[in-house]
């Protein structure tokens, strides 16, 4: 059993802390969250000691490892502070909404054997998975092309939009990190364009776009698009399909159950679509932690790095200049 | 928290032991199995301590109900403990393979108010059960015709077949059961064809069929037809069909995900379906569950009572009746 | 080219009647119908004369063959005649409401070498005819179970039921012809239920049914499920589902186009079936006078043979006794 | 009735003679093509007669329109001369592999009523169409995104190649058109990518490209994606996808019937996709000639007009600038 503590709980934070307490290789000893009753909260509902601080939790002996889900500018301190203090670490993505603090943080741990996961929980989802176990048995050929539909089912609130670094970085990052898992290389050119589609009245108060489309392009020459919507009015949609030169896979969205309803005014009727991440990514969330569990275990470095996590942010910086330049940007031209 | 101890720690009583003790409103304080080696593997994967016998389950102050998973002839033996005990129950169907024992175990526990729930885990899965509230809320106006489709992956071993009581009282029974559920009346007649087509030799050294066909008629003209297999090869298929005169609702099978492949040779390929009970029904077995603990904390009847479980097994005595003497029986026949 | 002529220029024989014009195997000279301006309005849409009787049609030189696609109650004298006159038939279902004018056609024109082939259309459609060819390939093992749902659309109106002959000589004729192809073999157990659950006054007055449900069993133990119904609002459902050792096979509805619509409301809607019939079984009729050219050009008997009208009767003649005795009937009681 | 002659008796003009032949508005009077053998075979198969050359066409008082499905460079002259000679012209795409001759051939036809409509034949799919329809009624609230899956079921022969123009002049025109269509605006900004990733070797030797991305915005923000492959080997792939504020609509590939398999080795199994475009938009070439005849009996710009083959070209022109100086391209650039 890996005993993992969680600093942060809010919405993500809690789920994270229930999946820990349910998971069969870990537990959950402690929590921890500026909000003292948000942690008070969580430690009653799973059984778990609140601690005073950081600093605490990486004291406490019952902790061999730390899931950071706290605000997104306290994610490279801590990881930071975990490294020194030799807890292998689990942090929410993004690293950090400016990629100088992620160069930063990059330079501190480096040399350290300490495992430092990011949460890009997608790669995890059994579909998603197949999908990519599919091209590495060769079963499409040659990839050629990669299409990622990922579309949020609402707009959050203006106050989580002030804080979220832009769709690019908050929600495209998670894309841009798929896309990079099923290319199976990196992307070296970028071109996005983007709007404010949604919601033009509150986009243009906050500097922010709702809606997007982008182009990539690898060394080898594989191309991927990626499009995003802030409001899928029917549901949280995400969809992979990779093209290749014997086959195609596709994987798709999951419904709650696979009721159908057959009607002389609709005709047939299939269920909603789960409604957001917590519900569609549930294996996904466990999958994750069975993967860092491992690489608490044996050591290495884990499934998805914190290099993963810098060149995600990478691509969001180089999607970003080309929606502000209108043009193709290197992403060479980035880092 | 309700204290449930589970009796029998074969397959079933395995994982309702490992639900019970994940579930936020149940725990799971003690295991019993006449073979203590198995109690003691559950007790120890589970964190619950070993009792020495029913009897040790059933006078313990931290158990607040008892799971009825052993074997099949002790059913109603346990059932009546628990009653005398004042401990609600949860029995897994069938209640005993003979209708004399269900009438006699009835007898014994009239006038008693502890819950005694049968074990049909299908009512509780998603998909079914909004099928039937699409019914209740007159989605598809008079119900005209139920078509269950219940097929098993594969032939259990012979070991089991010679203890289960025949398919229609080991497998169909919960098509009979989720049959008078959909229905929401009692069916008059039965009529039944069956045969062994899958394994002719074995059902013959066995006196036992591998696959049927039952259709029924309720008082007010309701028709339903149920059709079964021990082995289909494709996976454990599970489908429920209603048909109204206003609309038409089905539930269908679950696959792990939703990935498909196209390619040259096959076309577009989907997922097999989840392998068996356990996978297909994990969210029911959790429903029923909560259903149970309801029950416990609200006292009167359950959602699935011991009645359920008495008519499920006449309407299969019906159906062997059928099957021998070739001729529709009439349920007022057996009981 | 076979030159076809068409007796009977109502909705079905108006369709055959364009059907004989724009395939490349064939032409339309001639139609008949006993009201003369019904057969003028076609005559005229399709280019071809308009005949004076039944007689004038099989002396006319320019016509090889002959579609029957009167009233019912005409069929087997139209048969006999065309026989007479060497004139290769194609005749609508059934043969006859009565299986004793059935019996003397039979005999009426038995020794006869002239092709008299009976439309039974389904077994001509693109998807039921795989999933058969399927069985025949081997690609499901041994055939166990056959499910057939064929629901109409809509209630027909007063007038056709009062001639039709009854739910079973009407409409369930397709399935038990489907059915025995299907199952390859002869069924020689019938059992049926049926009701009149959609208009009770309605079918009282006319000691009429609408729905029905029906098993049946060949000598080697294959079963056979039919249910069927008068009135599926959503559309017309026509399905086939074979179930065997290794393996199962359905063939589905089709749509008119492959057109979803997700909404906040509804999740995903799919198209309604195509209408009817003649709308879903467009490929099937052309593909029936495709095998009906061949029986012509070649001789010997056609694909769908007089006897294979015969014993769709005779099955629904079983069906009937089974209704009305509420017992299993064997078939060699009927015939 | 309405009298087309079709000029080019090829694959494409075969077809459109079958369908002239057998659509219940047109007749086929004459066929012409260079090769005077290939014109006489269709003629004979249609029953039409063959004419000497296109001013023998456009003379002939039978004659009520042409279809022109010659070969590509021969197309603005036969416009023009139809033009000149008022008859209705219905001409497959493209007009011209070159802007200045489409600039050209639109100045000579400038201030004609004569009706000239570009054979995009995938406005009139049935799916595609309803999808469209949807968004006019306003089922999707406002349009967002468009995204077009297009890929050929396999490499057309080296020369089809090197005569058709590329990629993008060729296949993608399709797709340009159908942008133009759903969006219901013209794109403004064009960005595209494509490689040689099917066959390097021949592409390189024809200077070619057999895989493309291309993103496209309009003038009011909404986005457009297009991805297309010489080479899907599970078929031909053509769907339509429209996100907008309050809904998604899809239009999706078509199989040849509904059968589905289902095996141990396998799980579920469609049918593959109808193999290519003559199968696949078998309805949308009917409904095509359909809206021709319209313009031809009503006068007046057809649905499909001169202006649409014209801006689908300058779409190709834009993107084709796009991928050789790896820039975004404004539209105006082009024309």
Redesign the interface.
């Known amino acids: 059993m890996v005993r993992i503590a969680v600093l942060g709980c809010g919405r993500i934070g809690q789920m994270h802390a229930a999946n820990i307490g349910?998971h069969p290789r870990t537990s959950l000893p402690v929590v921890y969250d500026i909000d003292a009753a948000a942690a008070a909260a969580v430690a009653g509902r799973e059984g778990a000691r609140v601690a005073a601080s950081v600093e605490d939790v990486l004291a406490s002996a019952d902790v061999d490892a730390v899931l950071i889900a706290s605000a997104t500018p306290t994610h490279a301190d801590y990881i930071e502070m975990a490294v020194d203090a030799g807890k292998p670490t689990l942090c929410e993505k993004p690293i950090d909404l400016g990629l100088a603090r992620v160069e930063a943080c990059r330079e501190r741990i480096a040399g350290s054997s300490v495992p430092v996961q990011i949460g890009f929980n997608r790669r995890f989802?059994?579909?998603h998975r197949?999908?990519r176990n599919?091209v590495l048995a060769g079963?499409?050929g040659?990839l050629?092309?990669v299409?990622i539909?990922s579309?949020d089912p609402e707009l959050p609130p203006r106050g989580y939009l002030e804080a979220a670094g832009g769709l690019l970085r908050d929600m495209t990052i998670h894309d841009f990190d798929l896309a990079r898992y099923m290319l199976g290389e990196e992307p070296v050119?970028v071109?996005a364009?983007a709007?404010?589609?949604?919601d033009p009245v509150l986009m243009g108060e906050l500097d922010e776009i709702d809606?997007?489309?982008i182009?990539m392009?690898t060394a080898s020459?594989?191309?991927c698009?990626i499009?995003n919507?802030r409001?899928?009015?029917?549901?949280y949609?995400q969809r992979i399909e990779l093209?290749g030169?014997?086959?195609?896979?596709?994987?798709?969205?999951?419904?709650?159950?696979?009721?159908?309803?057959?009607?002389?005014k609709?005709?047939?009727?299939?269920?909603?679509?789960l409604y957001f991440f917590i519900e569609r990514y549930t294996e996904a969330f466990m999958a994750e932690i069975d993967s860092f569990v491992d690489a608490v275990e044996k050591g290495g470095e884990p499934e998805v790095s914190f290099e993963d996590g810098r060149r995600a942010l990478i691509l969001a910086e180089a999607a970003y200049v080309s929606i502000r330049e209108?043009?193709?940007v290197q992403v060479s031209e980035i880092a």
Chains 1, 2, 3, 4 share one sequence.
């Open positions: 349910r989802d059994p579909g197949a999908a599919a079963e499409i040659d050629h092309q299409i539909t579309r050119e071109f364009v709007g404010a589609l949604i809606t997007a489309m182009v392009r020459g594989t191309q698009h499009n919507s409001t899928a009015v029917y549901g949609d093209m030169s014997t086959g195609m896979v596709q994987s798709g969205n999951r419904k709650p159950h696979e009721m159908r309803c057959y009607s002389a609709s005709g047939e009727v299939a269920e909603p679509y209108k043009r193709l």
